[in-house]
């Protein structure tokens, strides 16, 4: 079974500043199998960037994703107030713990 | 455009089976590659796959609960049903469906808002 491990839990930043969040699987994956979710409170999560770089309808450019094998990343270039969320990576079947982005 | 919808008991108590429907618009489970899948979310955690279904009857689960996860579809209603059995406090949790483009794009989009299930006696 492959594990998803998110760093940092929790990451504080100020809006309009860079966040970068990373995801590293327990084994090589396959790029195309590798998703990022954004998530409020009291939402559902919402499909980011699949593929590991591509961004889902509606998404802005901010948001950008990047790696392959077992490491993986997402960034949001400048963060908007509206950034401020849960974030979670997700393989096949498998989601990461998440990274919370929060307003320092 | 696509919109999922869970519907179901709010409470159930321990040892009783639980039952939630899932509704959608948008697509249909008889057109090649569609499918459609359970994901949970205890409070505070991560979201946990259940189960999934897809337009050819195939099935996948998660294999930690699939002793107790049942999976299945009415496509005349274009709906998606998710049973689990012997249901407990630690069951409590968010249960969304969503949608899954096919075998090959193992993301879920869109997700339906959820409906929060307690386990209590």
């Known amino acids: 079974e492959i594990v998803l491990t998110q760093s940092p839990g929790t990451l504080s930043l100020s809006p309009g500043e860079r966040a970068t969040l990373s995801c590293r699987t327990s084994q090589v994956v396959a790029s195309s199998y590798l998703a990022w979710y954004q998530q409020k409170r009291g939402q559902p999560p919402r499909l980011l960037i699949y593929?590991?770089?591509s961004r889902a309808t509606g998404i802005p450019d901010r948001f950008s994703g990047s790696g392959s094998g077992t490491d993986f990343t997402l960034t949001i270039s400048r963060l908007e107030p509206e950034d401020f969320a849960v974030y979670y990576c997700q393989q096949s079947e498998t989601f990461g713990q998440g990274t919370k982005v929060e307003i320092k | 455009q696509i919109s999922l919808k869970e519907s179901g008991p709010t409470l159930v108590k321990p040892t009783e089976t639980l039952t939630l429907t899932c509704t959608f618009s948008g697509f249909s489970l008889i057109t090649k590659g569609e499918g459609v899948g359970w994901i949970r979310q205890a409070p505070g955690k991560a979201p946990e796959f259940l189960a999934v279904?897809?337009?050819?009857?195939?099935?996948s689960y998660n294999p930690s609960l699939k002793s107790r996860v049942t999976i299945t579809k009415d496509t005349s209603k274009n709906q998606v049903f998710l049973t689990m059995t012997i249901m407990d406090p630690i069951d409590t949790a968010t249960y969304y469906c969503?949608?899954?483009?096919?075998?090959?794009?193992?993301?879920?989009?869109?997700w339906g808002p959820g409906t929060l299930v307690t386990v209590s006696s």
């Open positions: 969503a949608h899954r483009l096919g075998r090959g794009y193992n993301w879920f989009d869109p």
């Open positions: 279904i897809y337009w050819d009857d195939d099935e």
């Open positions: 593929g590991a770089s």
